[in-house]
């Protein structure tokens, strides 16, 4: 798997430049419902095709475009998280975000869903930090507890967004485990092993 990071605002366009260039099976992560119809209908227009997927479509109206996806009639799925779990399709060559992931575990388990054949997987995230600050209003309105544990979840997604380090590395080193961002196994899978941000002194 390979882990790329990219800040953007006009999301819409890059992400159609992105499917345009990686073939295969694909699935596109939104958290609005909304959106997800809007993303599906953006891309047919543009000759990909995709269907859209979320926890208020009826049973069988979920079955069937699951079941097409899987059956590869369809190419992309642009879903909120409730699409992913018990399924297994192992030639999913690239899972997008459109928006930060609300932690980092929720990232891990919905990117893991790429490359399971052990061919190549494309992870990318969008990252505006005007998302950040939407985020940080909506969790606002919780309840402290829950707003604390909100923060702190949405704080290690924006670290993750923003380290100039391996996101391998970083993402392992969050599950407590280690890993070689020089020697290890996929070292250069990741835009800032292969295109290291330029330092400057601050």
């Known amino acids: 798997?390979?882990?790329?990071?990219?800040?953007?605002?006009?999301?819409?366009?890059?992400?159609?430049?992105?499917?345009?260039?990686?073939?295969?099976?694909?699935?596109?992560?939104?958290?609005?419902?909304?959106?997800?119809?809007?993303?599906?209908?953006?891309?047919?227009?543009?000759?990909?095709?995709?269907?859209?997927?979320?926890?208020?479509?009826?049973?069988?109206?979920?079955?069937?475009?699951?079941?097409?996806?899987?059956?590869?009639?369809?190419?992309?799925?642009?879903?909120?998280?409730?699409?992913?779990?018990?399924?297994?399709?192992?030639?999913?060559?690239?899972?997008?975000h459109m928006d930060v992931p609300e932690s980092l575990e929720a990232y891990y388990q919905e990117a893991g869903r790429a490359g399971r054949d052990g061919g190549e997987g494309h992870c990318l995230a969008f990252y505006d930090p005007k998302d950040i600050e939407k985020l940080e209003k909506f969790l606002a309105q919780k309840p402290v507890s829950e707003r604390e544990i909100g923060l702190q979840l949405l704080n290690e997604v924006v670290g993750y967004a923003e380290t100039s380090m391996s996101r391998r590395q970083y993402i392992l080193y969050y599950f407590g485990e280690s890993f070689d961002p020089i020697n290890g196994d996929g070292a250069k899978m990741c835009d800032n092993s292969s295109n290291p941000p330029k330092l400057k002194d601050a």
């Not at 800040?7 to 990686?22: F, S, T």
């Not at 993303?39 to 995709?50: D, G, S, V, W």
């Not at 190419?75 to 399709?89: L, P, R, S, Y």
């Open 1 to 96: 798997l390979s882990f790329v990071v990219r800040r953007e605002e006009a999301k819409y366009p890059k992400l159609l430049e992105i499917v345009q260039k990686l073939k295969g099976s694909g699935i596109v992560y939104v958290r609005n419902r909304n959106k997800t119809k809007d993303i599906a209908e953006y891309l047919m227009q543009h000759n990909i095709k995709a269907d859209f997927y979320h926890a208020g479509l009826k049973t069988n109206e979920r079955s069937i475009k699951q079941d097409n996806w899987l059956k590869n009639k369809t190419q992309v799925i642009v879903c909120t998280n409730a699409f992913g779990m018990g399924i297994d399709k192992s030639d999913v060559r690239f899972v997008i």
